[in-house]
């Protein structure tokens, strides 16, 4: 990152102040390290190149805020790292505490890193990452009866509220890639207010394979589930046509549907 301002920006749209315990996934040489330890605040630093994180390990060794696993993110259980360290930050103040997540990760491990931490509200309660605005815009603003409507929308919508903030142009970055970035806010929801499915692993399981036919209509799409009159009567009953297609359906209809198909 050749602009520092976009450190400063990522740390100023999550909130990062004194205290407060920060995710951050490929540091590499610790521009935006330095921005949140500046912020007051102490690092997990997940960092897959064993050059990077012996560097930026030795950059910040003095503060005593950094703590940096040489681990691949997609194969790291954050969790089991992340709360030994939370305990530690909420035992020393008066209120509990969620740590936030503040990246800018590598563009081809977008999906993973939100399949991976937005389902973590019980850990985190913000992820700030800098994505490849393409893909930015696809898990922020996709429409209903678009071709970019998909089951990422459903499950970061199930998980997060999901916000754009700033366009980064690709002239930041050295080397310089060929797209522009963005910077997205996923404000992470407490399990209490996730939509009332009876299990989200047979939620997901349904609508992935709405999405699988997506130009079929789901009476037909999720047959292996029940029959297609039983199907086009839940429909019907939730307000939607019989013969209604997956990218017809906002997440509130889904869970509608969920519950009435889907026998746990």
Do not use: W
Not at 1 to 8: A, F, G, K, V, Y
Not at 61 to 71: A, D, F, I, N, P
Not at 72 to 86: A, G, N
Not at 213 to 219: A, I, N, T
Request: proline content about 6%; charged content about 25%.
């Amino acid at each position: 990152m050749l602009n520092s301002t976009i450190n400063e920006e990522l740390a100023r749209v999550g909130n990062v102040e004194e205290g407060d315990l920060v995710l951050e996934i490929g540091p590499g040489t610790g521009s935006l390290t330095n921005v949140l330890i500046d912020a007051g605040a102490t690092i997990l630093a997940i960092e897959k190149d064993p050059h990077m994180a012996a560097l930026v390990r030795e950059r910040f060794s003095s503060t005593g805020r950094l703590k940096v696993l040489q681990e691949d993110f997609v194969r790291c259980h954050i969790r089991s790292h992340m709360l030994p360290l939370l305990e530690s930050v909420t035992s020393s103040n008066a209120k509990p505490r969620y740590a936030k997540v503040v990246s800018n990760i590598p563009f081809n491990i977008s999906k993973d890193v939100v399949k991976q931490l937005l389902p973590m509200g019980d850990v985190f309660s913000e992820v700030v990452l800098l994505l490849q605005e393409e893909t930015a815009l696809r898990l922020v603003e996709a429409s209903l009866r678009t071709s970019e409507y998909r089951p990422i929308n459903i499950f970061v919508n199930f998980y997060s509220e999901p916000e754009y903030k700033m366009k980064v142009t690709r002239s930041n970055f050295f080397p310089q890639p060929n797209v522009d970035a963005a910077v997205v806010t996923f404000k992470l929801k407490p399990t209490a207010d996730y939509p009332p499915v009876s299990c989200t692993r047979s939620f997901f399981s349904m609508v992935n394979s709405a999405f699988n036919g997506k130009r079929k209509m789901l009476r037909k799409s999720l047959q292996h589930i029940c029959a297609s009159p039983e199907i086009e009567k839940a429909l019907e009953n939730i307000g939607c046509a019989p013969t209604s297609r997956p990218e017809e359906l906002t997440l509130d209809d889904f869970v509608k549907l969920h519950n009435l198909l889907v026998k746990v």
